[in-house]
């Protein structure tokens, strides 16, 4: 069974902190990792892409792969009132499906994030 | 370049009524997908289309069908609407096919639909 597991939150944090934001996934041979945010009443916009362990860095956000750990993360450095929105996790597990299912995504339920004033 | 569109943004039928959501991608994009969104349950996918003429079931099938109209295309039909698909609708499109290019899981969503079922 696929999954992509997240806490719910909500995870409140001070502005100008930082917001660190988990998921575990469950198929090892997943090699495409992305962090989606959502607003309230809007859909969801792809804000990182991760494919190889490590780091990746792009302006205020950070996402960490782990593959031996199955796990991605997403840092926000100097959270931002505005930063306030779930942040899905996605992951390709392509290892899972063959052919025109290749491509699909498995979205964990989302992390809500509150950054206070 | 608009992106994905998604027409209509709102709608409320009642039960046993049908309609289709619309959904176009002007990003050249051969796959596409219909996710519905409910509180506590997350994403979930229902049609998709991996390229132009196919279309394949997801998780959650039952009570819509689909039709990959063209490339840029892909309308989501629900022939006798229930209360349980009270739902946002999402569409969704990616690159992907031959090439190995990194972004071609990478999705790009439309705006939504909004459906109520009375």
């Known amino acids: 069974q696929k999954e992509v597991e997240q806490n719910s939150g909500p995870l409140s944090v001070p502005e100008g902190a930082i917001a660190s934001l988990n998921c575990t996934y469950s198929?090892?041979?997943?090699?495409?990792f992305f962090w989606y945010r959502q607003y309230s009443g809007k859909s969801p916009e792809l804000i990182m892409s991760?494919?190889?362990?490590g780091d990746k860095e792009d302006g205020r956000f950070t996402a960490q792969l782990n593959k031996a750990s199955q796990y991605v993360s997403l840092l926000i450095r100097d959270s931002q009132p505005s930063d306030s929105a779930t942040y899905l996790c996605a992951v390709n597990m392509g290892g899972q499906y063959s052919g025109a299912g290749s491509y699909q995504l498995t979205f964990g339920k989302g992390t809500k994030l509150s950054v206070i004033p | 370049n608009a992106g994905v569109t998604q027409t209509p943004k709102f709608q409320v039928l009642k039960t046993g009524q049908s309609m289709t959501l619309q959904c176009a991608q002007d990003m050249n994009h051969n796959s596409m997908y219909w996710y519905r969104q409910d509180p506590g349950m997350g994403l979930r996918l229902i049609y998709y289309s991996a390229s132009e003429g196919t279309t394949d079931k997801g998780e959650v099938p039952n009570g819509y069908n689909v039709s990959r109209l063209n490339k840029r295309e892909f309308s989501l039909r629900l022939e006798s609407a229930a209360p349980s698909q009270t739902s946002v609708y999402f569409c969704?499109?990616?690159?992907?096919?031959?090439?190995?290019?990194?972004?071609?899981?990478?999705?790009?969503f439309g705006p939504g639909t909004r459906l109520t079922v009375t």
């Open positions: 198929d090892r041979g997943s090699q495409s």
């Open positions: 969704a499109s990616s690159r992907s096919g031959t090439g190995g290019y990194t972004n071609s899981y990478e999705q790009y």
């Open positions: 991760i494919y190889s362990n």
